[in-house]
């Protein structure tokens, strides 16, 4: 089992950047494909973006793709998320995710996700 913890959210500007981070404990980290999804008030929770065990399959949601990076150091057991070029649409609550799998696998669908962290709060300023 793995326990996640969010961090970094805050307040960013249209047009700038923010970089969020997930802490894993537990298992080992890299036992886990990863994801990042969102959730706005009112609205379902959606992909963000999914790594791989091992970071060799990566993928985005088209709103984010070009914008958005996700990476991860299983040496540090963390995840991150770097946000570039915000909008105001990207602000939601972010909540990183993880199950395990074999490596070069990664998903992009939360029912695919087991464990859940409480999510870090992201607002955009214009």
């Known amino acids: 089992q793995v326990q996640l913890v969010e961090s970094g959210g805050g307040l960013g500007q249209t047009g700038g950047s923010l970089k969020i981070s997930c802490a894993s404990s537990?298992?080992?980290?890299?036992?886990?494909?990863m994801g990042w999804f969102r959730q706005a008030p009112g609205k379902r929770r959606e992909f963000v973006a999914a790594?791989?065990?091992?970071?060799?399959?990566?993928y985005y949601a088209d709103s984010v793709k070009g914008r958005f990076a996700i990476s991860r150091d299983n040496a540090k057991n963390m995840l991150y998320l770097e946000m570039n070029s915000l909008k105001p649409g990207d602000a939601a609550e972010y909540l990183c995710?993880?199950?395990?799998?074999?490596?070069?696998?990664?998903?992009?669908?939360?029912?695919?996700?087991?464990?859940w962290g409480p999510g870090t709060q992201v607002t955009v300023s214009y």
């Open positions: 995710a993880a199950r395990l799998a074999y490596e070069g696998v990664a998903y992009i669908n939360r029912y695919e996700y087991d464990y």
């Open positions: 537990g298992r080992t980290f890299s036992d886990y494909a």
């Open positions: 790594i791989s065990r091992y970071g060799t399959k990566i």
